[in-house]
């Protein structure tokens, strides 16, 4: 155990049995550095509460891209650039990131956003940071990084918690996201197929990621060469229905004509246009 770490354990215990949410993270996050992996069970007899409860600390921290969980654990790389660089480095994380500054660029000051679930949207949230515009989103990951954001205006949307931790979805949702007019939306899914069907996994998300699609003026669909054509058979609509295209090289090039094809831009982050 490292010294910092072995502190924080220490101080943690004795003067705050209950530890807060952000100090066992903070925990963990120093623990990872020092070691590079760590399983539920090591974590839990650290820090003093249930497997549950470090179960739940992970997700929240791989959803904010801070680790990567594996079975029975989580790892990620000894890195001495600091806590924003604690991401697992292999090419799907490398994707999302760049897709995310990417898209950041497409926003313009007093934009309406609408921002979907996902890690991608939660990573473009980090680059909305201290720009004048209104976001809105039913992702608590990206409640989370917009919250204390004074530059931010920040509109959470009602509905009951989803399947995918941190999401709200349902009726609730639904019927607020039809009184809502953006300006541009960003959306995100399992799968495109090669005839340009967009596709999800869970039928809570498919009907909110469908009125999110009707919601804005611009839609921009961020994508990683994973998702072609990836998973899914719930259709929430089609490449014809998309202004942009994000992704990366290595997506499926007769797919992404059909995008270009059907009017839509085509964005490769770190590649050409």
Known sequence: MSTVFRHQYVYFCRYDRAMMTHQREAAILERLRAVGSVTVDELSGLLGVSGSTIRRDLER???????????????????????DLLVDVDDDTRDKEAIAV?????????????LDIGITTMRLARHLRGRRITVITNSLAVL????????????????????????????LTEETLGMVRADIAFISSTGIRPDGSIVVDLSQEASIKRRLLQAADRVVLTATPAKFPGTGSLRI?????????????????????????????????????
């Open 61 to 83: 921290l791989e959803l904010s891209g801070m680790l990567r969980r594996v079975h029975g654990g989580a790892h990620v790389p000894v890195d001495d650039d600091g806590p």
């Open 144 to 171: 989370d990084v917009l919250r204390d954001d004074d530059a931010v205006s920040l509109v959470l949307l009602g509905g009951m918690v989803g399947q995918k931790p941190r999401t709200l979805v349902g009726p």
């Open 102 to 114: 990417e898209a950041a660029a497409l926003v313009s000051d007093g934009d309406v956003v609408l």
């Open 237 to 273: 609509g089609h490449l014809a229905d998309i202004a942009v295209l994000v992704t990366t090289a290595g997506a499926d090039e007769s797919t992404v004509a059909q995008c270009r094809q059907a009017g839509g831009r085509v964005i490769v982050a770190g590649g050409a246009q």
